[in-house]
């Protein structure tokens, strides 16, 4: 693929990439940006289409193998030196690679869910890094997928640093609470909305039947819509003074019960 060479700070080019680090421009292009190795790799894998790559050989880590990988991909490659890497990066320390790739669309139907599904869905959480650490702990926990309705955007650069990437290689999908409702609903999947204001300890809970944990920010919580919708609402019991976790704490704490509960009965 060409490789066109960037010398200037001020290159069109560059500032037009740059217009990806804020959620208007990720909107308005279908595009975001990745950075780090591991994320880099795991956009490659998951075959998401690469519009261009950009590449500094004298930034430190810089990995010549992965460049190849990514120059091939790429519909356009730019090397550029540190001045203008350190401009375009994000990180405090970047290792000379980055890529924009063209955000997949996931339809719900396409998803291949196991017997017993066991699904998050998110309502309205802004903080990225915890969107990007719900979506690591579901897949790690072997959900099948994480539906997020509002909040923060799916590529975030804070929310593919702190998922590791897993948000390119595991089912996310963004979707409006009505029609979120509607699929679990046709799937048979039991509704769980976490709320500190439930009864029901988490443990109690029948984690290991098909089914849905409903999320919502730390803020506001769980909207009515959700509540309503509920099967039943559970609460993750605290014992100390402290009056809630972050979310995705309460995330985690649900999902490994529900793994827990899931190995007891196999």
């Known amino acids: 693929m060409p490789v066109t060479e960037i010398t200037s700070r001020q290159n069109p080019r560059l500032k037009q990439t740059m217009r990806l680090h804020e959620r208007k421009g990720r909107a308005a292009a279908?595009?975001?940006?990745?950075e780090g190795r591991l994320e880099l790799e795991r956009a490659l894998r998951a075959g998401l289409t690469c519009a261009e790559s950009w590449q500094c050989p004298e930034q430190a880590g810089y990995d010549s193998a992965l460049a190849g990988q990514l120059a091939t991909a790429a519909a356009e490659?730019?090397?550029v030196p540190k001045s203008v890497f350190e401009k375009l990066s994000r990180r405090e320390n970047p290792d000379g690679l980055a890529a924009v790739f063209t955000a997949p669309e996931i339809a719900p139907?396409?998803?291949t869910l196991k017997p017993a599904p066991l699904i998050v869905v998110l309502e309205g959480v802004e903080k990225p890094g915890n969107l990007g650490a719900i979506i690591r702990s579901a897949e790690i926990?072997?959900?099948?997928?994480?539906i997020v309705s509002g909040g923060a955007?799916?590529?975030n650069p804070h929310v593919i640093r702190n998922s590791r990437g897993l948000v390119f290689t595991f089912p996310v999908l963004a979707m409006e609470p009505e029609a979120a409702h509607a699929w679990l609903?046709?799937?048979g999947i039991k509704l769980y909305a976490t709320t500190p204001a439930a009864t029901l300890p988490h443990w109690s809970a029948d984690l290991a039947a098909p089914c849905a944990l409903l999320m919502g920010s730390e803020a506001e919580g769980l909207s009515p819509f959700w509540l309503e919708k509920a099967d039943a609402c559970i609460q993750i019991p605290l014992q100390g003074s402290g009056d809630s976790l972050n979310v995705s704490v309460?995330?985690?704490v649900v999902l490994f019960e529900s793994v827990r509960q899931r190995?007891?009965?196999?």
């Not at 279908?30 to 990745?34: A, N, S, T, Y």
């Not at 926990?141 to 994480?146: C, E, F, P, R, S």
């Open 250 to 252: 309460s995330a985690a």
């Open 185 to 187: 609903a046709a799937h």
């Open 30 to 34: 279908g595009q975001f940006l990745v």
């Open 153 to 155: 955007d799916l590529y």
């Open 109 to 111: 139907d396409a998803l």
């Open 77 to 79: 490659t730019f090397r």
């Open 263 to 266: 190995q007891s009965r196999t």
């Open 141 to 146: 926990a072997g959900a099948d997928a994480v």
